[in-house]
T-cell receptor, first 113, second 115 residues
Framework: GESVGLHLPTLSVQEGDNSIINCAYS??????FIWYKQESGKGPQFIID?????DKRQGQRVTVLLNKTVKHLSLQIAATQPGDSAVYFC????????????FGKGTKLSVKP | GAVVSQHPSRVICKSGTSVKIECRSL??????MFWYRQFPKKSLMLMAT?????????EQGVEKDKFLINHASLTLSTLTVTSAHPEDSSFYIC???????????FGSGTRLTVV
């Protein structure tokens, strides 16, 4: 299940299940979105991206969905593995900015074997 | 692929001293680099955008005299935390645009502890 509170939201799933991580972005002028995975003590690792003129993009085991109407982004991970355990962040790039990325709050994914 | 090297990975310094963190693009030229700060169990907060040959653009609330950014070459940007205090202890991460419109690469981060 998913919990939200003072700490980082956590999503716990069973190994082999599919995971869905959600993100609400703030600016309707954002033109590019990226999902990152971050393991403890390391920098963000690129997972998948999507441009604002698309609503879905698929990778090897991951899918990103973009709903511009409600400013919502989701990351779906198929057949979640223990190695997927990490914190996941969405990032948006605002059109007209210097190309900087603004990060969402993050979700901690915990995969139970 | 594009690689960004960040150094040091970990540093401990005394209050009042200054610490310099380096961010290098190893196999590409980065006209724009970004510096982020991350507290435990929190997200990455953009501190500043660094452009080669010009002054950095700081986000609201970030003291430019405390966090000095220099981007003197196309492959190196530095962040200097001046007169460090314990509340500056954090994880600092740099990122560089790879030259394509959609390319961003992140460094591995620097854990700063001020004692």
């Amino acid at each position: 299940g998913e919990s939200v509170g003072l700490h980082l939201p956590t999503l716990s799933v069973q190994e082999g299940d599919n995971s869905i991580i959600n993100c609400a972005y703030s600016n309707s002028a954002s033109d590019y979105f990226i999902w990152y995975k971050q393991e403890s003590g390391k920098g963000p690792q690129f997972i998948i991206d999507i441009r604002s003129n698309m609503d879905k993009r698929q990778g090897q085991r991951v899918t990103v969905l973009l709903n511009k109407t409600v400013k919502h982004l989701s990351l779906q991970i198929a057949a979640t593995q223990p190695g997927d355990s990490a914190v996941y962040f969405c990032a948006e790039r605002r059109r007209g900015s210097q190309g900087n990325l603004i990060f969402g709050k993050g979700t901690k994914l915990s995969v139970k074997p | 692929g594009a690689v960004v090297s960040q150094h040091p990975s970990r540093v401990i310094c005394k209050s009042g001293t200054s610490v310099k963190i380096e961010c290098r693009s190893l196999d590409f030229q980065a006209t724009t680099m970004f510096w982020y700060r991350q507290f435990p169990k929190k997200s990455l907060m953009l501190m500043a955008t660094s452009n080669e040959g010009s002054k950095a653009t700081y986000e609201q609330g970030v003291e430019k005299d405390k966090f000095l950014i220099n981007h003197a070459s196309l492959t190196l940007s530095t962040l200097t935390v001046t007169s460090a205090h314990p509340e500056d202890s954090s994880f600092y991460i740099c990122s560089a645009r790879t030259g394509t419109d959609y390319g961003y690469t992140f460094g591995s981060g620097t854990r700063l502890t001020v004692v």
